[in-house]
């Protein structure tokens, strides 16, 4: 099997990370974030990760020429939003095409927004404000097969959903970064959103991933515990919740039978690769399905990351597997 480091980047020209993958009339289109260089220092808080803008990338099919659609949002357009441009994700409804981020709002609290645009590869109007309601890192959608819609997100240390286990954020929970112990681990969360796709219909919830007895993972299980990256999508009317362990460096993944869990822990996808973060997604592409990650092969800092991408298989159980 070839390790990460083997696979050629998908863009090199710049540096991309946390690849959202969709197919959208017909088409491969990559919604990552943006590396950019700085002189910070890494640090637990994921300051080094200074991003300020999202391009769009697209491409026919995989192994295909990648198409740079340039800068579809950058941060001085946004009111709300004081720095970091972290994670996206897109979704389509209705015609319309939905981009979702996450950035820390004038007070340094993440938030999540919304912006809108009337092609794939935008460019994409934001929303004034945040989201209502939202916050912390890493948002993912999932527009079910009823249409439906689902935003899910969290991302503990850096991404402060640690400091948001009251419902409300609390400044001071900030540095203990997640409980330990033998208690339950941190959830990440979802919420519906409205038909129009820009806000949640209903409240935020907590999203289940427990063991083969169907007992939530514990905090000191780094090995399985959620940290950030959620992800999920749709095979053979099973949902499965993908994530990253942050500290562990794994990808792993759980099995549910509704987009609102519970999801039942079902193994990893990929192992560590170079580099500190891994962040993902996982689409079907003509057919066959696909793993796209990142590494920091390119470059050798952690703050500087690569965009991947490596064929997954499904087993007779549905358990996921990388492709030779």
């Excluded at 514990?218 to 993908?242: L, T």
Aim: one cysteine or more.
């Amino acid at each position: 099997m070839a390790a990460s480091s083997e696979i050629n980047p998908l863009v090199t020209h710049i540096y991309t990370a946390d690849p959202s993958a969709h197919v959208f009339n017909n088409r491969v289109y990559i919604y990552p974030s943006h590396d950019r260089e700085t002189d910070i220092q890494d640090n637990d808080n994921g300051d080094q990760y200074d991003m300020v803008d999202y391009h769009v990338f697209s491409m026919d099919t995989i192994g295909s020429e990648v198409i740079d659609h340039g800068v579809v949002l950058k941060q001085e357009d946004i009111p709300w939003v004081s720095k970091q441009l972290w994670a996206p994700d897109a979704a389509e409804k209705n015609g319309k095409y939905y981009l979702y981020f996450p950035a820390r709002d004038k007070e340094g609290t993440f938030r999540v927004g919304v912006a809108v645009g009337d092609k794939p590869e935008g460019p994409f109007t934001p929303d004034p404000e945040p989201i209502p309601g939202s916050y912390s890192i890493d948002p993912a959608c999932l527009v079910d097969d009823d249409g439906q819609a689902y935003l899910y997100f969290g991302g503990i240390w850096g991404g402060q959903l640690q400091c948001w286990q009251t419902g409300e954020f609390k400044a001071e929970d900030y540095t203990s970064m997640e409980p330990k112990g033998t208690g339950p681990a941190i959830l990440p969360r979802v919420a519906k959103l409205t038909e129009d796709m820009h806000t949640f219909d209903g409240e935020v919830q907590q999203v289940s991933i427990v063991d083969d007895e169907g007992k939530l993972l514990i905090a000191d299980d780094h090995d399985r515990r959620f940290f950030e990256a959620a992800w999920v999508h749709k095979y053979n009317g099973k949902y499965y919740f993908s994530y990253s362990t942050g500290d562990t460096h794994y990808l792993c993944y759980a099995i549910g039978d509704s987009p609102l869990g519970p999801f039942t822990y079902a193994g990893r996808i990929l192992e560590p690769v170079k580099g500190w973060t891994t962040h993902h997604s996982i689409a079907e592409v003509h057919g066959k399905w696909y793993l796209f990650h990142h590494d920091s092969s390119l470059s050798g800092k952690n703050h500087l990351r690569c965009v991947k991408v490596r064929e997954l298989l499904y087993d007779a159980d549905g358990k996921l597997h990388l492709a030779n």
